[in-house]
């Protein structure tokens, strides 16, 4: 089931999910339990294979009802001092421990019907009633997914989908049982063990399925290229951005994590650029269902090399530049430097009743000169005045 196929699930609360989740997973408990009962008794009573096979395909249900209470109830918590994402990954190892039990359930189940398989002699026929509680079980099934499925996209949980889609699994089972059955009382008895190698068949298919989706996201499989290219036009969409690299996603139970590095004009202040970070983050939040996102800002694109990573840092600078030009630099009020293409442009912005000397300006001016043309660190270097706040 694709995140696309969801409805919008941001106005619910953590409290309403946990809640419908309950109470959704109680019915398929009871249900299953119902069905068990019926499946295994009549089953073996019976002596139809396929139908004991079935049953215990719809005991692996319960124990996975039982899984996902206990991961709802752990994995809704939020976030804390150790978990600073949330604990959602929780139902994301249920999941995975749900799928490797029916794989190692449908291998059981597949080696019994084998070896029974192999001695026809001992194949006995079944009782017509296995045929009607197989039916009930078709239609028990059928219901019970659409119902779970109605649940799960209204949640967005990809839980309460693998556990719908095992209810499925169940009635696709049962229509091979009930096949099966009918095969037998028509004097084919050995289909009903070719019914039970098919069910334990299906049920290792899905076992494999749920379990290969957890793992890919407990090792931080990316989004689709769909939703990437949607969340990547969120971003590039925000007034400011200039450009858009290291756009990375991973899934974090029903939602994802998202790190971006978007591209700003080079000169813009400090908390400008935190404030486009800020724009482009809260839309990504507003548009897709994502858990968080982490916006870096980037003066310049350094996707494949990072060209100003090797430069000193401020207080280098400043020491490299009151020894270049001396007694000529009067105290500034302030000094900017822009970290450009593997160079430095600086700005030094001095008070405005140092400007209005000009002989201390013009030498001032020479000095930078030199500098420039002897130091190759510095591409540009230019003095303003940094004239009072009007209205301050």
């Known amino acids: 089931m ?41 089953g073996y009573l019976g002596r139809s294979q396929a139908l004991v096979a079935d049953g215990l395909h719809s005991a692996s249900d319960l124990l996975s009802d039982f899984l996902v209470l206990f991961a709802n109830r752990h994995g809704s918590r939020g976030a804390d001092a150790n978990h600073p994402y949330g604990h959602a990954r929780i139902e994301t190892a249920a999941t995975l421990a749900l799928g490797a039990m029916l794989m190692g359930l449908g291998a059981a189940l597949l080696w019994g019907a084998g070896v029974r398989l192999g001695n026809p002699a001992a ?88 379990a290969f989706q957890a793992l890919s996201e407990l090792i931080d499989t990316g989004l689709s290229e769909e939703e990437v290219a949607a969340i990547r036009a969120t971003l590039e969409g925000t007034p400011g951005v200039r450009g858009l690299h290291e756009l990375r996603t991973r899934r974090m139970g029903d939602q994802a994590l998202v790190d971006a590095h978007v591209l700003v004009d080079e000169r813009i202040s400090v908390s400008e650029g ?73 700005e030094i912005l001095l008070p405005e009743n140092l400007c209005a000397d000009p002989a201390r300006i013009e030498a001032l001016r020479s000095r930078i000169q030199t500098l420039k043309t002897q130091d190759p660190l510095f591409r540009a270097i230019r003095v303003h005045a940094d004239y009072p706040q009007i209205g301050a």
């Open 123 to 210: 194949i006995q026929p079944v009782h017509v009633a296995t045929l009607y509680i197989a039916l009930i079980t078709l239609a028990g099934k059928e219901a019970l997914f659409r119902y779970m499925m109605v649940v799960a996209r209204r949640l967005r949980s990809q839980m309460l989908v693998a556990n719908a889609w095992h209810s499925r699994s169940d009635a696709a089972s049962s229509l091979l049982v009930v096949l099966g059955i009918s095969g037998n009382l028509l004097g084919y008895r050995f289909l009903d063990l070719v019914a039970a190698l098919l069910v334990a068949f299906l049920i290792i298919r899905m076992g494999w399925k749920m």
């Open 274 to 346: 935190h404030h486009i970070a800020e724009r482009a983050r809260k839309r990504v939040l507003e548009h897709h269902d994502v858990l968080d996102v982490m916006v870096h800002v980037d003066p310049e694109d350094d996707a494949l090399v990072k060209p100003s990573a090797h430069l000193p840092p401020r207080e280098a600078l400043l020491a490299r530049l009151r020894a270049a030009l001396g007694e000529t630099l009067p105290e500034p009020q302030r000094v900017q430097f822009h970290y450009l293409d593997g160079q430095v442009e600086v």
């Open 2 to 42: 694709s995140p696309a196929s969801f409805t919008d699930s941001r106005n619910i609360t953590p409290e309403e999910r946990y809640r419908a989740t309950q109470r959704v997973t109680w019915v398929s408990v009871a249900a299953n339990l119902l069905l068990t009962l019926l499946q295994i008794i009549v």
